[in-house]
Nanobody
Framework: QVQLVESGGGLVQPGGSLRLSCAAS????????MGWYRQAPGEQRELVAV??????TNYADSVKGRFTISRGDAKTIYLQMNNLNAEDTGVYYC???????????WGKGTLVTVSS
């Protein structure tokens, strides 16, 4: 069973930065892609950033130039978030799609609150 554990969320002032981490229970190269999604209060979950097994990345327009998704060691991905604003507030989820089964897995999320 694949497990994804997010960390790094918290309270930050507008203009500040946070780095989220996602630790997977197996090597990230067993996934076609991994990504970060977020869900603001009362809103639907939306894609923030994705990185493929080949290293290609894609971002939501709202975070381009501010957020960076990257790979760390064989079981970790990161989301560096800079110049945060109130609209970035929400629960951030890590997701991964299994290369073998095409099953999507989700972490439990980490809360990011941007407020002064």
């Amino acid at each position: 069973q694949v497990q994804l554990v997010e960390s790094g969320g918290g309270l930050v002032q507008p203009g500040g930065s946070l780095r989220l981490s996602c630790a997977a229970s197996q090597t990230i190269f067993s996934f076609n892609a991994m990504g970060w999604y977020r869900q603001a209060p009362g809103e639907q979950r939306e894609l923030v950033a994705v990185i493929t097994s080949g290293g290609s990345t894609n971002y939501a327009d709202s975070v381009k130039g501010r957020f960076t998704i990257s790979r760390g060691d064989a079981k970790t991905i990161y989301l560096q978030m800079n110049n945060l604003n109130a609209e970035d507030t929400g629960v951030y989820y890590c997701s991964a799609r299994s290369r073998a089964t095409q099953t999507d897995y989700w972490g439990k999320g980490t809360l990011v609150t941007v407020s002064s």
